[in-house]
């Protein structure tokens, strides 16, 4: 009876050490920024859009954008790719974006998928980033303009 337990055992351990059972662990990158909610959406809305990106859904309420399948096709290899992000108001100006990019390859006739890739999330946070300065910039322009309103001209001397 102790034999076949070790045999099942060591059966086991063989196909976990072989690779025929492994898992594949998921994660959501996520970043923090301090702006409103409006300006993170409407920054992720144009890096979408400048890069074509086929949007299914956009809920603006719940602050979920999917896009769909774009392939990527290579001299041997077919690949393709699409979002999942989810904007999320924490508070006052601090909104969380979290971007998950699934990947699927074509082999054999079948779509197999891929561990997704983290440099697709670090783009569109660069992009919101890059954003959400230029807006801070062109506020902040704007608040230092000097009023010409009540301006008299030169006084005389």
Not at 15 to 37: D, E, Q, R
Not at 129 to 152: D, G, H, Q
Request: with cysteine.
């Amino acid at each position: 009876m102790q034999k076949i337990r070790l045999i099942v055992v060591i059966f086991i351990l063989g196909l976990t050490a072989s690779g025929c059972v492994t898992a594949k662990i998921h994660y959501m990158p996520v970043k923090t920024f301090s702006a409103s909610y409006d300006n993170v959406w409407h920054a992720t809305m144009l890096y979408l859009d400048k890069q074509t990106e086929p949007i299914l859904t956009a809920d603006k309420n719940k602050g979920i954008i999917s896009t769909d399948w774009v392939n990527l096709k290579r001299l041997f290899k077919v690949k393709r790719y699409r979002y999942d992000i989810h904007i999320k108001k924490l508070g006052e100006n601090k909104i969380q974006v979290g971007v998950i990019s699934p990947q699927q390859s074509y082999s054999m006739g079948d779509w197999e998928p891929m561990l997704p890739q983290e440099k697709r999330a670090r783009h569109i946070f660069r992009a919101i980033r890059k954003k959400l300065k230029s807006v801070y910039r062109a506020k902040r322009k704007e608040s230092t303009k000097i009023s010409t309103n009540n301006f008299k001209g030169v006084s005389p001397r």
